[in-house]
T-cell receptor
Framework: AQRVTQPEKLLSVFKGAPVELKCNYSYSGSPELFWYVQYSRQRLQLLLRHISRESIKGFTADLNKGETSFHLKKPFAQEEDSAMYYCALSGGSGNTPLVFGKGTRLSVIA | GAGVSQSPSNKVTEKGKDVELRCDPISGHTALYWYRQSLGQGLEFLIYFQGNSAPDKSGLPSDRFSAERTGGSVSTLTIQRTQQEDSAVYLC??????????????FGPGTRLTVL
C-alpha cells in the first residue's frame, strides 16, 4: 500500500534558523515524490518535485530510497515560509492520483 | 490565465440533504481529480477522471458519493443524504494528461462543506 507519513503536525522555528520538514513514504516500486504548499488564504500549489532536482524559494528535498524519506530543507527560514506543507507520492504508473501526507504547519517566528 | 474554479466556495446544509459541488478545470486539461481535506486527515483522494476513460472511483468513501464529468470538462461531485462526517473542504485539481509525474496538478480554491 502507498503511504506518506509526516510525523510533525506543527513545526516552529525562528527566522534565519534552518528548517527540515520530515516525510517518509511506503511504496513497493519506484515512487515519484512531491512537496505541495498552501499559504494562508491561497490554494494548494506545487513547491517542488524530486525528479527535477530543483531548489525553489531556497527549499530542496533529496529522495533517500534507503531510508524511504524525502525531507524538505531550507538553510535559513523566512517569515514568508510560514504555511502548510504536504508531502505527496505518485506511483508513477500513469494512472494513480497523488497520495498525500497529513501535512506539517510551519510557523516562522520573527 | 484562469485557474481551476469551484463553486460554491461555502456550503452549509442539514444532515440528510443532498449537495452538489462543481469544478471547472483549466481549459485543455484532460485529467480531473477530486480530493477531500478533513481536519487532521490531510488530503484524501476521492475520484479521478482521465479523458473518456472510466473514472477511478476507488477513493469514494461510500455509495452516497458520486461524480460525473460532462463533455470532458466540468465535473460535479454529488453527496447524497449528507452526514456530519462529510464536513470537509472538497478540492478539485486538473492536469494536462493523466498522472504522469511530469504533469503538475493545479488545485482549485475548494468548497467548504458544513453539515449541521
Amino acid at each position: 500500500a502507498q503511504r506518506v507519513t509526516q510525523p510533525e503536525k506543527l513545526l516552529s522555528v525562528f527566522k534565519g534558523a534552518p528548517v527540515e520538514l520530515k516525510c517518509n513514504y511506503s511504496y513497493s516500486g519506484s515512487p515519484e515524490l512531491f512537496w505541495y504548499v498552501q499559504y494562508s488564504r491561497q490554494r494548494l500549489q506545487l513547491l517542488l518535485r524530486h525528479i527535477s532536482r530543483e531548489s525553489i524559494k531556497g527549499f530542496t528535498a533529496d529522495l533517500n530510497k534507503g531510508e524511504t524519506s524525502f525531507h524538505l530543507k531550507k538553510p535559513f527560514a523566512q517569515e514568508e515560509d510560514s504555511a502548510m506543507y504536504y508531502c505527496a507520492l505518485s506511483g508513477g504508473s500513469g494512472n494513480t492520483p497523488l497520495v498525500f501526507g497529513k501535512g506539517t504547519r510551519l510557523s516562522v517566528i520573527a | 490565465g484562469a485557474g481551476v474554479s469551484q463553486s460554491p466556495s461555502n456550503k452549509v446544509t442539514e444532515k440528510g440533504k443532498d449537495v452538489e459541488l462543481r469544478c471547472d478545470p483549466i481549459s485543455g486539461h484532460t485529467a480531473l481529480y477530486w480530493y477531500r481535506q478533513s481536519l487532521g486527515q490531510g488530503l484524501e483522494f476521492l475520484i479521478y477522471f482521465q479523458g473518456n476513460s472510466a473514472p477511478d472511483k476507488s477513493g469514494l468513501p461510500s455509495d452516497r458519493f458520486s461524480a460525473e464529468r460532462t463533455g470532458g470538462s466540468v465535473s460535479t461531485l454529488t453527496i447524497q443524504r449528507t452526514q456530519q462526517e462529510d464536513s470537509a473542504v472538497y478540492l478539485c485539481a486538473s492536469s494536462r494528461t493523466g498522472t504522469s509525474v511530469y504533469n503538475e496538478q493545479f488545485f482549485g480554491p475548494g468548497t467548504r462543506l458544513t453539515v449541521l
